[in-house]
């Protein structure tokens, strides 16, 4: 099943899954976007505000323990799945992450997102 399923590396693609669905939860914030024939692909994010490489380090190995389990079946084909930790999320109950990542996916296969606007210019990069 994993093995379906492959890493985003490249920053540029997890830039160009910002434009795409955005479904927040308690825990994180995913987002979902077309990826034109690549496949499952995943990427996790968890930023300094959540705390030290040892918080962020268990927060990114839950994550991927729950993306290995749930997109084999409930994740978009050829779509980028990008998970993005939020306050809190680590302490968080593993079956309750479980239970709304499934209704985040459900959600985006419908095409729910949460935005109302469309998401902010990219910053141009620095020199």
């Known amino acids: 099943m994993k093995r379906d399923l492959q890493v985003i590396r490249k ?7 910002n434009r795409g669905l955005r479904i927040a939860r308690p825990g994180f914030v995913l987002l979902a976007r077309p990826n034109d024939g690549h496949g499952k692909r995943y990427g996790i994010t968890v930023t300094k505000k959540i705390g030290n490489a040892v918080v962020r380090n268990r927060m990114k190995r839950r994550f991927r323990e729950l993306l290995w389990d749930a997109l084999p079946d409930q994740g978009m084909p050829d779509h980028d799945h ?6 809190g999320g680590v302490e968080r109950d593993f079956a309750l992450l479980r239970d709304e990542l499934a209704a985040a996916l459900a959600r985006a296969a419908e095409g729910k997102g949460d935005r109302s606007r469309p998401p902010r210019k990219p910053r141009s990069p620095r020199a």
């Not at 920053?11 to 899954?17: M, Y």
């Not at 990008?82 to 306050?87: D, F, K």
């Open 82 to 87: 990008i998970l993005i930790g939020r306050e």
């Open 11 to 17: 920053r540029s693609d997890f830039l160009a899954a």
